[in-house]
């Protein structure tokens, strides 16, 4: 006992002379203490404004304000036509709109518009339109089973540059690769349609034929190697293109509880699904370990009778879904990957409402059956 005592005794002299020791260090060593306390600080600020930043930007929907779609009443023209189809170009400058037979070419300027021109190819009622971006084209599709390739020629007219014919029946969608060297069209005919550019011109390069009913919905995802489609036969296909020789082919079938009318891509690995007359949207993600999509969650929505035309659209900056669900326009923030939110549904009188969304979605712009007017709504932040 009398040792372990001693010993400590010893300890606590040890202790003693090293707080003296301590005491007695240059008070430039504490300067220099604090001097790294502050660079140590420093650096943990900066740590953590970095995780901030990278947070902000893997999540930018918990950075946007409050909006609204505001209508523009002054804008609105009578149109006693049904104006099934609608696209704005890349910078807002021009609208085109499908009416019954005709296009009629609009210029948008100081949210005004003002027929410039009207086209009259088409047989039968146009019902999807689609601007080009790297070039001045657009492309129309018809009842008349026809896709027609516009462009503006040296005089500013648009003319008829090409028409695809190979379809038997109503083409009822079509969309267009970020290279714009593939269009895809989907039909009456129960097929989805391959067309490639091959110097200037467009030919149909291969036809799927898997689905048993009309196709009305296609979307494709962010490396343009992956196609979804619906159709009025209760599934959706996934196809992928193959590396090695470029062919598109079913890589699987998922059954669903009724007939499909839109669809979209919202990132690489996830996209939403729309069935007639159902009170929400399906939400399908791909699964790694089985490596197929399968649903995930449902999104309650209003519903009612609708038709395909008006797609659906994903606008990335904002984070925003554009979707027409019956009589209503809806604008959806997806927040982090499982939530979404709806910033604003605007009713209209009926479901025969078509319209769309510009690419920047600064308007939105519109025809329904009730009041007969092409309107437009542009964005607001409140």
Known sequence: MQDQLKQQQEYNQEIKQSISQCEQLNPQFED???????????????????IQQQFLQSSPELIQNSFTYQFIEESSIRKQDNCQAIAINSDCSIVIVGCYEKINVFQLKQDVLKEIQVLNEHQSIVNTLQFMKKSKQFMSGSYDKQIIIWSLNENNKWVCQQKLNGHNGWILCLLLNINEDLIITGSEDNTI????????????????????NYVVGLSLNQKQNQLISCACDEQILIIEQSQQDCKWSVVQKIKVETTG???????????????YC??????????????????????AMKSGGDYQFFPIKFIEPQCLIVIKTSN??????????????????IQFGNFDLFGCVS????????????????????????
Do not use: P
């Open 32 to 50: 220099q203490l604090k001097v790294k306390d502050q660079q140590l600080l420093q650096q943990q600020h900066q740590a953590q404004t970095k």
């Open 193 to 212: 349609k391959f067309w490639m550019k091959q110097n200037h011109y467009w030919l149909c390069s291969q036809t799927v034929t898997d689905h048993n």
């Open 261 to 275: 009318c839109r669809i979209c891509f919202i990132n690489e690995n996830s996209f939403i699904f729309q069935l």
């Open 278 to 299: 159902v009170e929400y949207l399906h939400f399908y993600e791909f699964n790694d370990i089985n490596k197929q999509y399968t649903k995930t969650k449902d999104i």
């Open 328 to 345: 209503y326009v809806n604008f959806i923030r997806k927040i982090g990957n499982y939530e979404f939110k709806i910033e604003q549904s």
């Open 359 to 382: 690419d920047d979605g600064q308007f939105l712009i519109t025809w329904d059956e009730e009041s007969k007017e092409i309107q437009i709504r542009k964005y607001n932040q409140i």
